[in-house]
Structures are given as C-alpha cells and as structure tokens.
C-alpha cells in the first residue's frame, strides 16, 4: 500500500532522516520505534507532505502504486492518508462534537478505491469512545490527555482515512487509556484501515503490530516482526533508554 524509497530530510543544513526505505501493506499495523530525536515525528511528516514548511527532502513516496512525492498533504489526505499529530491540533475553542463535525471526508476522490473503510458516523464514534459521548458539550482542551487523545483518533476516524499515520498516541496516558487505544487499533485495523505507528512503548508496540522498524539518527537500522520484538523486547527497552 505504502512504499518508501531512500528517503532523506533536511532542517536548514542538519540532515534528520537518511535514505530511510520501508513498506507498509494493506491491513497492517507497522510500528517505527526509536529513541528521541531517531527523526520518527519527520518521518510521519515527511509522509504526509508536511515537511515542506521545516526544510527541504529526498526520496520517493508510493501509495497504491502511484508517486505521491510531489503531492501536498490536503491531495495525500483525499488519497486516504490520515496523520494523528503528537501534539494533538485539538480545536481548544470548540467542544468535543464541534472537532468531530469539522472532519473533512476522504471521498469524492476517483483516487480513492471502492471497498475501503468508510468514514465513520458519529453514532458509531460514540460507541467506540464513550467517554466521548459523555464529554461532547465540553471544550475539547478540557479533556484529560487520554480524553484528548480519543479525539483525535476518532476525528480521523470520521474523514475514512485508509492509512493512519500516528504519532505517539500512547504517550504520557495511563495504563488504562493505553490499554483502550490497542483495542481501537485493532478495531480499526479489523474495520480496513491501515496503521503506521511512532511509538516508544515497545511493550504495547510488540502486543499490537505486525511489524517493526527501528529507527536510528535518522536511518532504519532493522526491521523485526513481532516474535522477533517480543524475544527481544528487553534488549529494545535497554536500546531505547526506557
Ligand atoms: P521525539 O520522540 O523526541 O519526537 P523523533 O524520533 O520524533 O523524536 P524528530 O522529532 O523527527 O525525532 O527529530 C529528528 C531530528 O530533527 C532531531 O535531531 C531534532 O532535533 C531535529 N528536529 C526536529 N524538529 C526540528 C525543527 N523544527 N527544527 C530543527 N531541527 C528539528
């Protein structure tokens, strides 16, 4: 679905990714894990076309077969590209049902295949995200992290995105809501939607993907399936610094 060729970024003169090349097939979650600073946050926005603003980049990009390098993110979003940002981009004005009406649907593009998750209405939203339902008057930033962190998986939710590319979901959440995120990636995953995921928990990493690549000052070292993670998982941990 996704391909990767030698892609590579700059910050003015400081190169952040190096020739980095992986895949991502339908139906997949695929982790990229890494210390701080590996360059995953680039990646994610180097493949959404978000890079531009930050420096300049090399490489190719293919979803679907076709070469999306040169497409900015609002043409890779109606091609069913869906980025979950660490920094969340919660509208803080609006309530929670506000953020959740203002999703842009994926269809109208005749690049978009037929078969393919469908956006998902808000009565099916609630269902997945109860604590959603309970919260849809309040003002998206007085949600808990948690709290916050369901919104934005289920704005992306409601656009039919195809490939969700998120950027730590887990980070800073309790047990609980880490737990609750690996059952809705599932969900989702089992609804037709593709996954690649930043993530530094390599304990939820190995419990909910397929595949892993690891990430380091810039390059992808190794990539490791999931008996090879969990075999692993403390020498990763140690890796990491976690
Ligand atoms: P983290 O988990 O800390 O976000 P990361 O693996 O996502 O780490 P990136 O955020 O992609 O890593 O950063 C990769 C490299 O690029 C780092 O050396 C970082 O300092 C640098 N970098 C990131 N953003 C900028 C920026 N806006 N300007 C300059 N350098 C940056």
């Known amino acids: 679905m996704l391909r990767v060729d030698g892609l590579s970024a700059w910050y003015g003169e400081a190169q952040a990714l190096r020739e980095a090349s992986l895949r991502v097939d339908e139906g997949e979650i695929v982790t990229l894990v890494g210390r701080n600073g590996a360059g995953k946050t680039t990646l994610l926005r180097c493949l959404m076309g978000l890079h531009g603003t930050y420096g300049r980049t090399s490489g190719t990009i293919t979803l679907d077969g076709e070469d999306i390098t040169a497409l900015p993110a609002h043409l890779r979003a109606r091609r069913g590209l869906g980025y979950v940002p660490d920094d969340r981009g919660i509208y803080a004005t609006l309530s929670v049902e506000e953020n959740l009406l203002l999703a842009p649907l994926v269809k109208g593009s005749a690049k ?60 800073g959440l309790s047990p609980l809501f880490v737990q609750r995120i690996g059952e809705i990636l599932r969900e989702v995953r089992a609804a037709g939607t593709t996954v690649l995921l930043v993530e530094q928990n390599v304990h939820f990493a190995a419990s909910v993907a397929d595949r892993h690549y690891l990430l380091a000052e810039g390059r992808i070292v190794e990539a490791l399936d999931r008996d090879q993670v969990r075999e692993r998982e403390h020498q990763l941990l140690e890796y990491l610094g976690i």
């Open 112 to 171: 978009v295949k037929r078969g393919g998750p469908r956006p998902w209405p808000l009565d099916r939203i609630y269902e997945t995200f109860p604590h959603l339902k309970e919260r849809r008057r309040a003002p998206g930033t007085t949600l808990s992290g948690g709290e916050q962190q369901m919104l934005v998986l289920a704005r992306v939710l409601r656009t039919g995105a195809r490939l969700l590319l998120c950027d730590e979901p887990t980070e």
